[in-house]
């Protein structure tokens, strides 16, 4: 026992000495395997780079999966959690913090969200996408709208009801019986989306409460929805008096080079407005923050007292890290970085003509590089052994969501790696 808790008081962010072996055995008998084993155990970070318990040096092009948008240990998203941990760290949510208020109050700005709109705080996506299912509920004054639109390709989360919304079956199956009433359109198909509002659907199947989207989604390499998709979603779920609810946890918070992905002009006409969208991932730069945006007082008042909560959601230190993050994109300009460093890495990576290059999707710092034979794990290992971090977002796909400080001589190395992949590689699968 005396040794057991000698090691519970240990300094742990200086941790004891231990190779990445050691510690990955250690891991294994000791963290549920639903990841699988660790494919390094990082140690340290600093900017856009990571290190690990042997002492190499990675470069982080993956950002912890869309979220390091300061990189790691930016000295003012630290100070300002350290700072708050020691004013007032967690309080009820019987009780309102300034923190909490103000960040409320500068999401709605960013978003150019009419009066009326209100934020509800969580922890994470996945509870950002439950809260916006109940809402999704809720509006169905008279019993008929029970169905719920979602996308084939499509990933909110992996609680219940997000995972009813997600499509992919190898994450549903193990699951099932999820909550009902969701169905899946083809992506991009307008025919499909038109026809799911049609009198004649509708007479069978009831009306729609809600459409649930990505602008862009990313489990499927980072496709970006077609051009005029999200102004036919929006002109039709108005019109039948339907939610439109964006999900916006990977590409909003300023990702794709707007603070939200519906901003870009290649994806939705100016003045465009969802009823809500749910943001988590970059929101806190590191620290778990997640949030629901319902704009104006319909959307807004859909869930009322009582009727959802969380314990940690929109706590002070939370928000205090939310506030700290777009203080720094907003006062070193990240936004026009992660544009041109984008751009940089589209145009260079498409430049290469690598025969195993299929193509690069996304924006801002949001990219998926598409490959012609699906050996996108492949590819990562061999990107690890070099000292870059990517994810095998797809079998031919692997996704790019680095640091918003990101080089374009950091994207060079990425570059420089691909071009060195054999032509040949999958060539005998």
Avoid at 41 to 50: Q, S
Avoid at 198 to 221: D, H, K, T, W, Y
Avoid at 352 to 358: E, K, T
Wanted: glycine share 12%; charged share 15%.
């Amino acid at each position: 026992m005396s040794e057991l808790l000698a090691a519970s008081t240990g300094d742990l962010t200086h941790p004891e000495p231990g190779s990445v072996a050691e510690w990955t055995d250690r891991y294994t008998h000791a963290v549920m395997d639903t990841f699988g084993p660790p494919q390094r155990v990082l140690v340290r970070g600093e900017g856009a780079y990571v290190w690990d318990a042997d002492g190499n040096r990675y470069l982080d092009l993956l950002g912890g999966i869309a979220v390091n948008c300061l990189g790691h240990a930016h000295p003012t998203l630290t100070a300002a959690i350290s700072a708050q941990l020691g004013t007032l760290g967690h309080v009820s949510n019987f009780f309102g913090s300034p923190t909490q208020i103000a960040l409320a109050e500068k999401l709605l700005g960013l978003a150019g969200a009419p009066q009326g709109s209100r934020v509800f705080f969580t922890n994470s996506g996945t509870e950002a996408n439950e809260a916006a299912f109940k809402m999704a509920r809720r509006n169905n004054p008279e019993g008929t709208r029970t169905r719920v639109l979602a996308l084939e390709g499509s990933f909110h989360g992996r609680t219940m009801g997000a995972l009813a919304l997600t499509s992919k079956a190898a994450y549903r199956e193990p699951f099932e019986p999820l909550p009902a009433g969701v169905e899946f359109l083809p992506f991009g198909d307008t025919d499909a989306l038109v026809a799911a509002f049609s009198p004649e659907v509708v007479r069978e199947r009831g009306e729609v409460a809600a459409f649930v989207l990505e602008p862009i989604q990313g489990e499927v390499g980072v496709r970006p929805q077609p051009a005029g998709y999200l102004a036919l979603a929006r002109e039709l779920t108005a019109r039948h008096g339907a939610l439109l609810i964006l999900d916006e946890v990977q590409t909003g918070s300023g990702r794709t080079g707007a603070w939200f992905a519906y901003q870009l002009p290649e994806l939705a006409p100016e003045g465009f407005l969802p009823d809500v969208v749910t943001l988590a991932k970059g929101l806190g730069g590191g620290f778990p923050v997640g949030a629901v945006l319902a704009y104006g007082d319909r959307a807004a008042h859909l869930l009322g007292r009582g009727q959802h909560g969380t314990t940690f959601g929109g706590n002070p230190v939370a928000a205090a890290a939310a506030l700290a993050t777009i203080g720094v994109i907003e006062r070193d300009d990240l936004l026009t970085n992660v544009r041109a460093v984008g751009d940089h890495l589209a145009e260079t990576v498409t430049g290469l003509g690598h025969p195993l290059v299929a193509g690069v999707r996304g924006a801002g710092l949001l990219r998926g590089i598409g490959l012609a034979s699906p050996v996108a794990a492949d590819v990562a290992q061999r990107a690890l052994a070099a000292g870059l971090i990517v994810n095998p977002v797809a079998p031919d796909a692997i996704r790019v969501a680095p640091p918003y400080l990101l080089t374009r001589d950091q994207v060079d190395d990425l570059v420089a790696f691909l071009a060195e992949l054999p032509h040949d590689l999958g060539q005998e699968q």
